[in-house]
């Protein structure tokens, strides 16, 4: 793999990339393209994979004031004005399928092919149940406290700061279920690392959030794949893929069941992904 940074008139874009043949882009959930590890290359055995580090994430420069997420998917045509690539696949996970959503409704001829992949409460069809269900995840991590004039406040931050750092360093949770090797114990590292280089996470979210998804999923024109992971802490939302495939004209429709836990790109689940990816692009 090859790593280089992108000048946008955004601010500096690092990506990693690997493989030959045509295109193809992978857009992250929060935290940085690192997640994309295990994903990567098994896709790079067809095609020439880019993991961009969106704005705000990883090695990349800082959000821009007051951004939403049309800037966000503008940014990644910009990487690929710098990167001389007119057209490409885009792969975009959590985070990454609003921007790749933004993309294929605002800038189809840069689009080739599709696919949008998501955990159900990451593609609720109607605003307002994004909103309520996202944001319920979402928004406690982020609580803001009231400025005190001791100062306080900044000292309450740090430790809400530090707590969340604990939670993802010691995710028992999430260990019950994989194999307990070395190198899983990096790839957490890792996590910790993303933590730490998030700038502007709360503006991020907001952008997400303001965001009404199936109306701009209406305006999607290139061939589209859905794939909806479906996760048994999330038994309790309805499936979200069906009416998904009502709003985007000629699409398709994969379900994906997770049971281990973690991040699925990054899971033994990826090779599935990858198949399911690959089967669509050709």
């Avoid at 793999?1 to 992250?28: F, N, S």
């Avoid at 503006?203 to 992971?229: C, H, N, S, W």
């Avoid at 994969?254 to 992904?273: F, K, S, Y």
Wanted: aromatic share 6%; glycine share 8%; proline share 5%.
């Amino acid at each position: 793999m090859k790593r280089g940074y992108a000048d946008t008139p955004e601010g500096q874009v690092h990506y990693t990339t690997a493989g030959e043949g045509a295109p193809l882009i992978l857009l992250h959930q929060t935290g940085s393209s690192r997640q994309y590890w295990r994903l990567m290359p098994l896709l790079a055995k067809q095609y020439k994979v880019y993991a961009l580090d969106t704005l705000g994430s990883g090695n990349s420069d800082p959000l821009p004031p007051n951004v939403q997420i049309p800037d966000l998917a503008r940014n990644v045509v910009h990487v690929m004005d710098f990167l001389g690539i007119p057209k490409a696949h885009i792969f975009g996970h959590h985070t990454g399928n609003k921007i790749g959503t933004e993309l294929g409704a605002s800038w189809p001829q840069r689009v080739d092919r599709l696919i949008l992949c998501g955990h159900t409460h990451s593609i609720q069809a109607e605003h307002q149940d994004l909103v309520a269900v996202l944001g319920g995840r979402v928004m406690p991590r982020l609580q803001q406290f009231e400025a005190a004039p001791d100062g306080s406040h900044v000292v309450k931050e740090w430790a809400a700061e530090f707590s969340r750092l604990s939670a993802a360093w010691w995710d028992t949770a999430t260990y019950a279920h994989q194999e307990l090797t070395a190198e899983m114990f990096e790839h957490r590292k890792e996590h910790i690392v993303d933590h730490l280089q998030a700038r502007g996470e709360a503006e991020k979210y907001g952008a997400i959030l303001a965001m009404d998804l199936g109306a701009r999923m209406r305006q999607i024109r290139v061939k589209t794949l859905i794939i909806e992971v479906r996760v048994p802490d999330e038994a309790h939302l309805s499936p979200q893929g069906e009416k998904l495939l009502k709003l985007i004209p000629g699409s398709r429709l994969a379900t994906v069941e997770h049971t281990a836990g973690g991040i699925i790109v990054e899971a033994p689940a990826a090779d599935q992904l990858a198949r399911l990816i690959l089967d669509f692009l050709r």
